[in-house]
């Protein structure tokens, strides 16, 4: 299993800022199909993944709404051959904990639910389950919040340190770099949508209804737990008051 750093975002976390400062400072490029960034040529330095477990993609197509795209089935019931599969990936996802050097990055899941076009939280699935492997991997890793990354250059230094990336910030103009991010990541599939104010979090949850608000945490609290929704969730608790009147998602 490869020694890089893997790094884990759930879809639209944040992970092109992480990329295009990654690629600035080392030079190298980093895995991406949909959006090649600053470097295209020789090995990544990194390897990525939205899902740390593989099945939980299929889950994520299958509850949120595609633009242009056929439906997906949501995964079949467990026959032998599903079991045999499920037997599998909690073999890799065992080996993947004790072996790889992960850095997760978490965004506002309640933001990210508006972000990505959930229809149900079964989508976030994936958010849960990415977690929960984080938390038992045994090598180092690094927890980075989208929040946090993006209010200066405090956060950049940490991820890379974390992925052995020599670097000075003192002249690194955050606001030039992070124009330049977004237009490259307008060059893909779809555009940026906190481009005129990238500090505005929270903006999608706004429009989230109250009860699918408490559906998605409901859900989350069910497969992570109280103990690891709290460590690794509770900043994004809100009161119940905050939520009220808000029109329905």
Same mark, same amino acid.
């Given at each position: ?28 490029p980093t895995p991406g199909s949909e959006r090649r960034l600053l470097h295209h040529a020789g090995e990544p330095i990194i390897d990525r993944t939205h899902f740390l477990d593989k099945r939980d993609r299929r889950v994520f197509l299958a509850h949120k709404l595609r633009r242009d795209k056929p439906p997906v089935d949501p995964p079949s019931p467990l026959g032998w051959r599903a079991r045999l599969e499920d037997w599998r990936r909690a073999r890799e996802r065992e080996r993947l904990a004790r072996e790889r050097r ?15 076009? =959930?229809? #149900? *939280?079964?989508? /976030?699935?994936?958010? +849960?389950?990415?977690? !929960?492997?984080?938390? $038992?991997? %045994? ?55 906190? =481009?005129? #104010? *990238?500090?505005? /979090?929270?903006?999608? +949850?706004?429009?989230? !209804?109250?009860?699918? $608000?408490? %559906? ?34």
């Amino acid at each position: 299993m490869s020694d890089k750093v893997l790094l884990c975002s759930f879809p639209k976390s944040g992970s092109n800022w992480v990329r295009y400062c990654i690629e600035y400072f080392s030079g190298r490029p980093t895995p991406g199909s949909e959006r090649r960034l600053l470097h295209h040529a020789g090995e990544p330095i990194i390897d990525r993944t939205h899902f740390l477990d593989k099945r939980d993609r299929r889950v994520f197509l299958a509850h949120k709404l595609r633009r242009d795209k056929p439906p997906v089935d949501p995964p079949s019931p467990l026959g032998w051959r599903a079991r045999l599969e499920d037997w599998r990936r909690a073999r890799e996802r065992e080996r993947l904990a004790r072996e790889r050097r992960v850095l997760l990055l978490l965004r506002d899941p309640f933001d990210l639910y508006v972000r990505v076009r =959930a229809l #149900d *939280p079964e989508a /976030f699935r994936g958010y +849960a389950s990415n977690i !929960a492997v984080f938390d $038992r991997c %045994r090598r180092d890793k690094l927890l980075v919040y989208y929040e946090d990354l993006m209010v200066g250059t405090g956060e950049i230094g940490r991820i890379l340190d974390f992925v052995g990336i020599p670097h000075d910030l003192a002249g690194f103009d955050l606001e030039a770099h992070r124009r330049r991010s977004l237009a490259l990541y307008a060059q893909g599939p779809d555009a940026p949508q906190t =481009a005129d #104010d *990238p500090l505005d /979090f929270g903006r999608h +949850a706004r429009r989230l !209804a109250p009860e699918t $608000r408490a %559906r998605l945490r409901d859900f989350l609290l069910e497969r992570l737990g109280p103990e690891l929704y709290r460590r690794y969730l509770g900043r994004y608790e809100r009161p119940a008051s905050a939520t009220a009147g808000q029109p329905a998602a």
